[in-house]
């Protein structure tokens, strides 16, 4: 079984910061990419920032400039960094990994439970 899990999120001010964390665990040989979805209230869920293993990054055009994604291989962990946050921004934010589990040969996406991220004054 894979797990991931977030953390990090929470309540920042317009222009403020957070920093989200979300690290797989379990029946884990390699994982390839990883990423950060967000679900607003009453809006689809979109595709914020992907990054391969080798640290190639993809950002959603809303994001740019001010949302880093990166990695640790080592830990199994993926983080975003979340700058000139805005209101807009609120939403649930959920991890997701493409891993290739022991005795397997394919990768399967896995995703975290979703961390709330709150913009307000």
């Known amino acids: 079984q894979v797990h991931l899990v977030e953390s990090g999120g929470g309540l920042a001010q317009p222009g403020g910061s957070l920093r989200l964390s979300c690290a797989a665990s379990?029946?884990?040989?390699?994982?390839?990419?990883m990423g950060w979805y967000r679900q607003a209230p009453g809006k689809e869920r979109e595709l914020v920032a992907t990054i391969t293993g080798s640290g190639s990054t993809n950002y959603v055009d809303s994001v740019k400039g001010r949302f880093t994604i990166s990695r640790d291989n080592a830990k199994n962990t993926v983080f975003l960094q979340m700058n000139s946050l805005k209101p807009d921004d609120t939403a649930v934010y959920y991890c997701t990994a493409d891993v290739l589990r022991w005795y397997t040969s394919t990768y399967v996406p896995y995703w975290g439970q979703g961390t709330q991220v709150t913009v307000s004054l």
């Open positions: 379990g029946s884990i040989w390699r994982i390839n990419v």
